[in-house]
DNA sequence: TATCGTTTTGGGCAGTCGTCCAAGTCAATT
DNA sequence: AATTGACTTGGACGACTGCCCAAAACGATA
C-alpha cells in the first residue's frame, strides 16, 4: 500500500533535517523560519508541518541527530589514542581544525544556547554530552590514570566547549600552545589528589 | 538650554539599557524585540530608536556594558587570593554560585554567540576576554607560576565558559569536585614544559 | 479504469516584527 | 508670553512569522 509514497516522505524528511540543520549553524537558531527550510529542502513551505509538529520539533530533531554522531565519532577516535598525554595531543590537534565559526561548531554552541530554554533539547543534549564525559573518563581509566578520571574528564570537555566558545571570538588563539598545562593534569599520576576530602 | 530634559533623557537611556540587559537573559538575544524593550523600561515604543540607532546598537551596548563589568570584579576579586591553588579552589567556589541557567550566565552565553554573527560586537567581547585572560596570567605570574601563565590562563578562562555551558545543562554538576585536576594545572611549578615544543 | 492512502501544493489567517514620523509634552531661555 | 530644543508619544508601514487546510498529484492496489 503506496510503498513509494513512503519512500518518497522519508527522503523529503530527511531534507528537512539537513536543510535545518545547516540553516541552525547559517542563522542561528531563532533565525530559522519554516519557508527557510522548506526553500532549501526544495519543497513547499507547508511541508514542513506534515512531518513535524512544530518548528521547535524540527530543529530539536534535526540538531540532537547531527550532535550526536559528531561526539560519538569523536570520543571513538579519542578512545583509539594509546595513552592520556598523546590523546590530549590529539585532541587539540583536532580542535584545531574548528574555527568556532564553522558549521558544526555553530550548531553545538547554538543547541547549548537553546537548551538553556527547550527543556526538551536540554535532556536530550545532556545525555549526549554525559555519554561523552563518561567515555572519556572510562578511557583515562583503561590507560591506566591514576586520580580522578571523571573530574579530569569533566574538566577536558569542559575545555573543550570552552575553547570552541573562544575560538570564535579568535581565530588567532594557538590551541597546540596550551597543550603544556593539559598534559600536566591528565598525567596526575604522582600526585596524591583524588576526588574530594 | 534645556537640561532638565537631558537628565531625563540619560536616566531613559540607562532603563532602556537595564531592560534590555535583562530580557537578553529571558528571552534570548534574537527574543527581544523593541516593543519589549520600552514596555519593561515603561517607556513609549518608539523611544527606543529615539536613543539607539537600531535594536542591535541596543543589545550590543546593554550586553558589553554589564559583561565588562562583570568580568572586571571577578578578575579583581580573583587577583586578591593569595596563590593559585586557592586562587583556583575561590574559582571554582564562586562558579557555584551560577547554576547555568541565571541572567548572568544566560546572557553572557548569548552574546558569545551572537557575536558570531554581529563583528561589533564579537571585537567589544573579544577585548574583554583577552583583558581578563591577561589579568589572570599576570596575576599567576605574580604568585611565582613557573610554567606557561599564558597558556595555563586561557585554559582556566576556557574551563570557565565551558563549565558554565555544562552547568545549563546539569545542575547537578559540582565543580569543587573539580578542584584536583585544575589545581595541579595551575601548580605546575616542578615540571619541565614551557611554552613550545 | 476507478479507488485508495500518502504526500505535496500554495495560498490564507492572525499576529509580531523593526523602523519611521508627525504631533505632542515640558523645562529652560529669550 | 513666546520661542527654543530635547525628549516622548502612539500609530502607521510593509515585511515576515508559525501554523493551517482545501485541493491537487501520484504510485499502488483492486
Redesign the pocket.
Known amino acids: 500500500?503506496?510503498?513509494?509514497?513512503?519512500d518518497?516522505?522519508?527522503t523529503?524528511r530527511q531534507r528537512l533535517l539537513a536543510a535545518a540543520a545547516a540553516l541552525i549553524a547559517e542563522a542561528g537558531w531563532g533565525g530559522?523560519?519554516?519557508?527557510?527550510v522548506a526553500e532549501r529542502a526544495g519543497?513547499?513551505?507547508?511541508?514542513v508541518?506534515?512531518?513535524f509538529a512544530?518548528?521547535?520539533d524540527l530543529l530539536i530533531t534535526a540538531s540532537t541527530e547531527v550532535a550526536r554522531a559528531m561526539l560519538e565519532e569523536f570520543t571513538a577516535r579519542l578512545a583509539e589514542q594509546p595513552d592520556a598525554e598523546t590523546g590530549v595531543e590529539w585532541l587539540l590537534g583536532e580542535l584545531s581544525r574548528y574555527t568556532g565559526n564553522d558549521p558544526a561548531s555553530l550548531l553545538l554552541v547554538e543547541m547549548y544556547l537553546a537548551a538553556a530554554r527547550l527543556p526538551e533539547l536540554r535532556d536530550r543534549l545532556h545525555e549526549i554530552v554525559a555519554g561523552s564525559r563518561a567515555k572519556v573518563a572510562a578511557w583515562l581509566r583503561d590507560r591506566g590514570h591514576a586520580g580522578d578520571a571523571d573530574a579530569v574528564a569533566a574538566v577536558l570537555v569542559a575545555v573543550v566547549d570552552g575553547l570552541m566558545l573562544h575560538r570564535g571570538l579568535d581565530p588567532a588563539l594557538d590551541f597546540t600552545a596550551l597543550a603544556g598545562p593539559l598534559r600536566a593534569m591528565a598525567r596526575t599520576d604522582g600526585h596524591k589528589e583524588g576526588s574530594g576530602p
Chains 1, 2 share one sequence.
Not at 1 to 6: D, I, N, R
Not at 32 to 36: D, E, H, L, N
Not at 43 to 47: D, F, Q, R, W
Open positions: 500500500m503506496a510503498e513509494a509514497s513512503a518518497r516522505g522519508r523529503t530559522v523560519s519554516t519557508r527557510m519543497v513547499a513551505p507547508g511541508v508541518h506534515y512531518h512544530s518548528l521547535p
